[in-house]
């Protein structure tokens, strides 16, 4: 029987167990979840089964809102029952399957917290899920709590770590025919293959995921799943497919009033369309995306929305609105940077507390062991060990006191030193942020010129504030400050010019570059160099080809001295911007600050070697 409470009516709290519960905002398939748990709930007076009927909401429910909340009653209710039980070897049946309970109600409090953003508090949930699920040696949902700190390691880019716990989940969900983490740990391999742009070994993964979800008839999955498929696909460029499996996940969450996820969806077919030039579809798709984010305060899909948004409006070139929506876009795209940067320090902090913490755990254990192990023998041995014991306390308090000035120095010196990264970060993030800003006022402003000669001056200028703004955005992406991995750098400059020159030909790059790293000072000439190079051969190198290669090797050939030729396949050499233009000028700038030369080869196409010599780039 609903209750009414100014004006809203909530189900009865003495059955329903929770507080102001809406049921007519719950979909049907919701409804029956609920209302066949709660009968069984009813039906039994034992504590197991009880349990078991509430886990079922939480495992089956799409509603996040309702399953949330029945997962904290369940752990509320457990946290209660077991006060005062240890865990232990001799745990009584009833009390190790509380304790499983338990820890299922803790890996969801970690999912739930991980996916609003929280990586710190989430990573001491999954610790503290997977210590009671290890001491209890639970086979079910342990390889899932693995699975879970995997995404984890995954959404903050560490990927070694990543693929680490996602395999080691796959291979106990094998073992112990747990399907439905199967399924996870094999989508979640997907996207690690997708994100390095493995895409056939991606499609495998995924593939078989879905497979194992449909025999499962895990319908929430088999949606996540539609999605990363679909964006295997865009990647590939088969549009088709890709709209096709976007469309059935999104046809799945809006069944199950699965809001976040059908902006996701709504999102990803905007971006088909875009590249399609169905703006009229793509707008659609964005406004509905853009409003069900903004419901949901799911703020990287608001990113993404108005990225697709402003997208549009430069399609059809409505350049007042793609101007404001550029602002939107990087007022929100910059907050998430901060909070992203802030989290980085603060996951790395958790981190090490957490390792100390396993130390401290892992030296009682062991202090245990040898008490019992004195406790065994005679008298003479336990003598002998108390005053061994006492001698090692008594040099271990002296060497501890040397230890905690040290460490306190040592903390003291790595806090300063975390204070400047992240001013560093924040300095390199600005200076990206305001070069975008140059460059999208100087497209906009092209807009409205009508000489095609200076319309392409101005798109040479903007190629060379993105070349400026790329490395900048690498500069505040890497651990390291000074440093930059120069092939990482060169191959990304490179594929990202060879994009944004729309030159509609199978232009592809060949790269040989060192695995090196160099500083800023280096690499900004060295950046703007090539940037100049390859434009200029995409502008003249296959005018009458319809497909073609640009060339760089990078190779080091002394202890400080480093060669680059790179060029064009083309139809052959063809000057930059005749032999006094700005291309040529700009080239022999930054040629003499690297202290290096510049020449012609004389080979098939159009190349250039380039001669340089670096300094300690510490």
């Known amino acids: 029987m609903p209750i009414s409470v100014f004006g809203q009516k909530y189900a009865n709290k003495d059955y329903y167990l929770i507080d102001s519960l809406e049921l007519d905002k719950l979909s049907d398939a919701d409804k029956l979840i609920l209302n066949k748990a709660l009968t069984n709930y009813y039906k039994t007076d034992l504590d197991s089964l009880k349990l078991k009927h509430i886990n079922s909401i939480i495992e089956l429910s799409w509603d996040e809102k309702l399953w949330t909340r029945y997962n904290s009653w369940m752990n509320q209710y457990l946290t209660n029952k077991l006060k005062g039980v240890g865990l232990s070897k001799k745990l009584t049946p009833e009390n190790k399957l509380l304790f499983s309970y338990l820890a299922a109600t803790i890996n969801n409090k970690a999912i739930i917290t991980h996916e609003k953003g929280n990586y710190v508090q989430a990573l001491k949930y999954y610790h503290e899920c997977i210590a009671i699920q290890e001491q209890i040696k639970d086979s079910v949902l342990l390889p899932e709590a693995y699975n879970n700190l995997g995404s984890l390691y995954h959404d903050i880019r560490n990927y070694k770590k990543a693929e680490h716990f996602y395999s080691k989940s796959l291979l106990l969900c094998k073992k112990?025919?747990?399907?439905?983490?199967?399924?996870?740990?094999?989508?979640n391999l997907g996207q690690i293959f997708s994100d390095r742009k493995e895409l056939d070994s991606a499609l495998n993964y995924l593939e078989r995921s879905l497979r194992v979800r449909e025999f499962s008839e895990e319908t929430y999955g088999i949606g996540i799943t539609y999605d990363l498929i679909g964006e295997v696909y865009f990647r590939k460029n088969d549009y088709a497919k890709a709209i096709d499996y976007y469309t059935k996940s999104l046809e799945l969450e809006r069944k199950h009033n699965d809001y976040k996820g059908a902006a996701i969806s709504l999102i990803y077919l905007g971006n088909v369309y875009v590249q399609q030039k169905k703006y009229k579809e793509a707008k659609i798709k964005g406004l509905e995306a853009l409003e069900l984010a903004q419901k949901e305060k799911a703020l990287e899909s608001q990113v993404k929305a108005t990225k697709l948004l402003r997208d549009v409006y430069l399609g059809v070139e409505n350049w007042k609105e793609a101007f404001a929506m550029e602002q939107h876009y990087s007022k929100l795209k910059d907050s998430i940077q901060n909070d992203r940067i802030e989290e980085s320090?603060?996951?790395?902090?958790?981190?090490?507390?957490?390792?100390?913490?396993?130390?401290?755990?892992?030296?009682?254990?062991?202090?245990?062991?040898?008490?019992?192990?004195?406790?065994?023998?005679?008298?003479?041995?336990?003598?002998?060990?108390?005053?061994?014991?006492?001698?090692?306390?008594?040099?271990?308090?002296?060497?501890?006191?040397?230890?905690?000035?040290?460490?306190?120095?040592?903390?003291?010196?790595?806090?300063?030193?975390?204070?400047?990264?992240?001013?560093?970060?924040?300095?390199?993030h600005r200076v990206k942020n305001n070069l975008q800003v140059v460059n999208s006022l100087l497209r906009l402003q092209s807009y409205e010129v009508e000489d095609t000669r200076v319309v392409e001056m101005f798109k040479n200028t903007q190629r060379r504030v993105l070349s400026m703004a790329k490395l900048h955005e690498n500069m505040y992406s890497t651990e390291n400050l000074k440093l930059i991995n120069v092939r990482k750098h060169l191959t990304e400059l490179v594929s990202d010019i060879i994009t944004s020159y729309g030159l509609g030909k199978d232009i592809n790059s060949k790269m040989n570059i060192i695995d090196e790293e160099f500083s800023i000072k280096t690499l900004l000439p060295l950046s703007l160099i090539v940037n100049e190079i390859i434009t200029n051969s995409l502008k003249y190198a296959f005018t009458h080809k319809d497909a073609g290669s640009v060339i760089l090797e990078l190779k080091k050939v002394g202890h400080q001295d480093f060669e680059m030729i790179i060029g064009d396949n083309g139809i052959g050499f063809h000057p930059l911007d005749e032999s006094s233009g700005l291309g040529t000028k700009l080239i022999n700038i930054f040629t003499r600050q690297l202290g290096g030369s510049i020449k012609i080869l004389n080979k098939k196409g159009a190349f250039y070697l380039l001669k340089f010599k670096i300094d300690d780039e510490l």
């Open 176 to 187: 112990y025919n747990n399907y439905r983490c199967v399924a996870m740990a094999l989508t």
């Open 345 to 428: 320090i603060l996951i790395k902090q958790a981190s090490f507390d957490l390792e100390q913490k396993q130390k401290e755990i892992a030296l009682l254990s062991a202090k245990n062991d040898l008490q019992k192990l004195t406790l065994r023998n005679n008298k003479i041995v336990l003598c002998i060990a108390i005053i061994g014991i006492f001698l090692i306390s008594l040099i271990a308090f002296f060497t501890r006191r040397v230890l905690n000035k040290n460490k306190q120095a040592s903390r003291l010196l790595s806090q300063q030193n975390e204070e400047k990264q992240v001013m560093m970060k924040e300095i390199h």
